[in-house]
């Protein structure tokens, strides 16, 4: 069974661009979550997806974020415009059922210059 | 507020000496606390999940335990191979979706 999936591995963007980040959840994998963990602070909670609804998104820090999860198969996270603050690592995670023993993948390094 | 603090923040260890890490925690109605295991540059990997006070779950070298207010993760006879960040999450009855809140985790080294 592949993995979560998730690209690039690694983004350098300056300060007011656009990344977009993808992440391929298992295969019928319905639950599928972002996480971000920015340096020195624990893994945070971003958003939880239902198939192709958003089922939780308290966690998304503000506008400038915007997930989307097309078709309730990949799902992808934009930040439009980047600040230095959303520098970190960005991890997606899926499950079968909504219990969190799911399986992440292994992130994003976004550094934002 | 949902809150968990892990302790030691790194912990180093002789190869076969036993530790343990701590995990507390304050939540509204506990659903489910959980372990990870982080290797560098990879992505959490699940360990056990535990659902109430009393429960006790093993893998391998590893044991959790869980009571009202803190959950230990035992390391018995540790060898390299299991140094890794050991991260502490839980789910609050507040969440009705699988959000966790993590605690910042506990780095350990084992020595040969």
């Known amino acids: 069974e592949a993995g979560v999936t998730q690209f690039p591995s690694h983004s350098v963007i300056e300060k007011g661009q656009t990344v977009t980040l993808r992440c391929d959840p298992i295969s019928g994998h319905d639950n599928l979550y972002w996480y971000r963990r920015v340096m020195g602070k624990e893994i945070k909670f971003l958003l939880h997806f239902v198939k192709e609804s958003k089922q939780d998104e308290s966690g998304m820090p503000n506008n400038r974020f915007l997930a989307e999860r097309t078709g309730g198969t990949y799902s992808t996270l934009k930040v439009q415009p980047a600040e230095l603050e959303d520098s970190g690592v960005y991890f997606c995670?899926?499950?079968?059922?909504?219990?969190?023993?799911?399986?992440f993948g292994s992130g994003t390094r976004l550094t934002v210059v | 507020e949902d809150q968990v603090t892990q302790s030691p923040e790194a912990l180093r260890l002789q190869e076969g000496e036993s530790s343990s890490l701590n995990c507390s925690y304050t939540?509204?109605?506990?659903?489910?606390l959980f372990w990870y295991r982080q290797d560098p540059g990879k992505g959490p990997e699940f360990l056990f999940t535990l659902y109430s006070a009393g429960e006790e779950k093993e893998k391998e070298r590893l044991k959790a335990t869980l009571t009202k207010k803190e959950s230990f993760l035992h390391i018995t006879a540790p060898k390299p191979e299991d140094s890794a960040t050991y991260l502490c999450?839980?789910?609050?009855?507040?969440?009705?979706?699988?959000?966790?809140?993590f605690g910042q985790g506990t780095t350990l080294q084992v020595k040969p």
């Open positions: 999450a839980v789910q609050g009855g507040s969440s009705n979706t699988g959000k966790l809140i």
């Open positions: 995670a899926s499950s079968q059922g909504a219990s969190p023993s799911y399986t």
């Open positions: 939540v509204s109605g506990l659903r489910g």
